[in-house]
T-cell receptor, first 109, second 112 residues
Framework: GQNIDQPTEMTATEGAIVQINCTYQ??????LFWYQQHAGEAPTFLSY????GLEEKGRFSSFLSRSKGYSYLLLKELQMKDSASYLC??????????FGTGTKLQVIP | EADIYQTPRYLVIGTGKKITLECSQT?????MYWYQQDPGMELHLIHY???????EKGDLSSESTVSRIRTEHFPLTLESARPSHTSQYLC???????????FGPGTRLTVT
């Protein structure tokens, strides 16, 4: 089975940096996704990590450690529009994707 | 930009009715998925498909059924809708490598 844990809520200040952690225990692993989801909307893809290490894409970076079953999403230069839920998801066997409960991030002025 | 479509976007229907939620994608993706999500809650995989004539049940037990007769089309059917089926239904697709899932806009279903 799959077990994915991430904090329920976080608050950060506009312009700051925030790190959202995700730990997972899965029966198979083919990759880890991060998605952003605004309230009432569909998730949008942010990143996909297969190998250990940090991948940077603009203001967003994602890190993976397969041996530790751990990932984080790093958001820099926070903007008010970054207020959303951030979903960690693991692609297991046969690329079946399981989502965590999501972290609701609130960016305050 | 993802080319994955869902209809209807919103549906209010009475108990006992049969409904079909449509999902189609024009990216030629082999893999397609249906998720159910209640407001503020996590996504639950209810069905997935690896290609034509392939369908599998997901982690969340669902009274719905799916079919995959064409690559681009993955409809979900509820034979007899109940109030407990009230939720948002999200369709997604990915290529065989599965490096990115593209989501449709979702169908918000209310069963009265």
């Amino acid at each position: 089975g799959q077990n994915i844990d991430q904090p329920t809520e976080m608050t950060a200040t506009e312009g700051a940096i925030v790190q959202i952690n995700c730990t997972y225990q899965t029966s198979g692993f083919n990759g880890l996704f991060w998605y952003q989801q605004h309230a009432g909307e569909a998730p949008t893809f942010l990143s996909y990590n297969v190998l250990d290490g940090l991948e940077e894409k603009g203001r967003f970076s994602s890190f993976l450690s397969r041996s530790k079953g751990y990932s984080y999403l790093l958001l820099k230069e926070l903007q008010m529009k970054d207020s959303a839920s951030y979903l960690c998801a693991v692609a297991g066997g046969y690329q079946k994707v399981t989502f965590g409960t999501g972290t609701k991030l609130q960016v305050i002025p | 930009e993802a080319d994955i479509y869902q209809t209807p976007r919103y549906l209010v229907i009475g108990t006992g009715k049969k409904i079909t939620l449509e999902c189609s994608q024009t990216m030629g993706h082999d893999k397609m998925y249906w998720y159910q999500q209640d407001p503020g809650m996590e996504l639950h995989l209810i069905h997935y498909s690896y290609g034509v004539n392939s369908t599998e049940k997901g982690d969340l037990s669902s009274e719905s059924t799916v079919s995959r007769i064409r690559t681009e089309h993955f409809p979900l059917t509820l034979e007899s809708a109940r109030p407990s089926h009230t939720s948002q239904y999200l369709c997604a697709s990915s290529d065989l490598g599965g490096r990115e899932q593209y989501f449709g806009p979702g169908t918000r279903l209310t069963v009265t």
